[in-house]
């Protein structure tokens, strides 16, 4: 049974940085897909960046481009997306999707598996 499990929200000051992790489990991951997608309070869930296990383009949302970078440990089955540069329109709930196909895509409905999320909360 495939599980993700996301850690690493919290409070930070606008400016300030954060780290979440994604931990996978129950698959060989290898041949899959991993989206990182956020809810923003009151508004619906958006996408953020994904990668392939397999190579090829890492896509992100052009509102986090040049301040989050998503990269990930094979051998732990981990994902992180540090976040960078910070802003209070970046407070969302933020969580991890496996999609079971090499392919990434930023629609969330092509995503099979989802963690339960973190919070991340951007102060002023």
């Known amino acids: 049974q495939v599980q993700l499990v996301e850690s690493g929200g919290g409070l930070v000051q606008a400016g300030g940085s954060l780290r979440l992790s994604c931990a996978a489990s129950g698959r060989p991951f290898s041949r899959y897909a991993l989206g990182w997608f956020r809810q923003p309070p009151g508004k619906a869930r958006e996408f953020v960046a994904a990668?392939?296990?397999?190579?090829?383009?890492?896509p992100y949302a052009d509102s986090v481009v040049g301040r989050f970078t998503i990269s990930r440990v094979n051998a732990k089955n981990t994902v992180y997306l540090q976040m960078n540069s910070l802003k209070t329109e970046d407070t969302a709930v933020y969580y991890c999707?496996?999609?079971?196909?090499?392919?990434?895509?930023?629609?969330?409905?092509?995503?099979?598996?989802w963690g339960q999320g973190t919070q991340v909360t951007v102060s002023s």
């Open positions: 990668f392939s296990w397999s190579g090829g383009s890492t």
């Open positions: 999707a496996l999609r079971l196909t090499a392919d990434v895509t930023s629609t969330d409905s092509g995503y099979d598996y």
